[in-house]
């Protein structure tokens, strides 16, 4: 009997420990689909946002402050999102500082098209961004060439290693502002897919943060060799942090929150255009 012919679906997200453990149930193959293959297309998440803007790949990572630029292509999955329930990306400085003296700084930034920008740009909208690659923001502050450093990714919880000081942070800040967990990062599958191919990534997604749940030493393991020099026990709280019951599915409260982020921006003059969020 022939084989029936996969889809095959070129799925990117970016080379960090809780990308990988939540595509790990795909990536090893432990989680296969009768309609569908993918190719797994690893890059930082900056590089991520610009590429969804040409429709590049059938299914992205993307942040949710870069949906408005992406959404004539894509449609955001349910399941797939990290979300900082009181926690998110932090900045820091080399010395002890207020939030109120980043008025005015050079603050190295991962990229403008980043949902920490714009969480950033909320909190406090005067500042010289540079953008710097993520991995070399805590460098940039050491050194002196930046003023202060917004750190997404396993930094957040790494920084205090280095010699730097956290000023804020920016999940703790906006929950204690609109009482909503800080939507960050979201998966995207084309809208030029069939509806039963989009559907498919979805559940396949879904499947495939279950299977980690469910075999979370295995996983981790796996997830270890993108930990950026984190020990395991700091990789699974890292992990524990960004891969939880809002990655299985959002829910309302999630589209809620990503909704009023992006509404907030448009009112701020930071985004363009005014979108409604739109889920697969």
Same mark, same amino acid.
């Given at each position: 009997?022939? *084989? !029936? ?5 070129a ?9 990988? #453990? ?5 990536? @090893?193959? %432990? ?6 293959s #993918? ?11 610009r590429?969804?803007i040409?429709?590049?790949y ?17 449609v955001? @999955? $349910? ?14 400085? *080399?010395? !002890? ?5 980043? %008025?005015? =700084?050079?603050?190295?930034? !991962?990229?403008?098209?980043? @949902?920490?920008?714009?969480?950033? =740009? ?5 500042? *010289? ?6 991995? %070399? ?6 050194e ?14 790494? #920084? ?20 909503? !967990? ?15 191919? $989009? ?19 295995e996983?981790?393991s796996?997830?270890?060799q993108?930990?950026r ?6 990789t699974? =709280? ?7 019951d809002? @990655? ?8 809620e ?11 701020a ?5 005014h979108?409604?969020?739109? #889920?697969?």
């Amino acid at each position: 009997m022939d *084989q !029936p012919v996969l889809r095959k679906i070129a799925v990117a997200h970016s080379p960090d420990s809780d990308d990988a #453990f939540m595509f790990y149930g795909l990536a @090893t193959q %432990k989680i296969r689909s009768p309609l569908v293959s #993918f190719q797994h297309v690893l890059d930082d998440i900056e590089s991520l946002n610009r590429a969804a803007i040409e429709g590049r790949y059938d299914m992205t990572a993307i942040s949710y402050h870069a949906y408005p630029y992406v959404a004539e292509n894509y449609v955001l @999955t $349910r399941a797939g999102s990290s979300v900082g329930d009181g926690y998110g990306p932090i900045v820091v400085a *080399q010395r !002890p500082q207020t939030p109120e003296e980043l %008025k005015g =700084k050079r603050i190295a930034i !991962p990229g403008t098209m980043t @949902t920490a920008y714009l969480v950033l =740009k909320l909190f406090q909208p005067d500042f *010289q961004a540079l953008v710097t690659p993520f991995d %070399k923001i805590v460098s940039a502050v050491q050194e002196g060439s930046a003023d202060a450093g917004l750190v997404i990714h396993e930094g957040q919880i790494s #920084f205090d290693r280095l010699g730097v000081h956290r000023v804020v942070d920016l999940g703790r800040w906006w929950k204690q502002q609109y009482g909503l !967990p800080l939507p960050l990062g979201a998966n995207a599958v084309l809208r030029s897919l069939q509806s039963d191919i $989009r559907q498919e990534c979805n559940v396949m997604l879904r499947k495939s943060i279950e299977y980690a749940l469910a075999h979370r030493e295995e996983a981790l393991s796996y997830a270890m060799q993108f930990a950026r020099g984190l020990d395991s026990g700091l990789t699974e =709280k890292f992990v524990g942090m960004y891969v939880n019951d809002y @990655t299985l599915d959002g829910g309302s409260s999630v589209a809620e929150a990503a909704q009023k982020l992006l509404d907030l921006g448009y009112e701020a003059g930071l985004i363009s255009r005014h979108v409604r969020l739109e #889920f697969a």
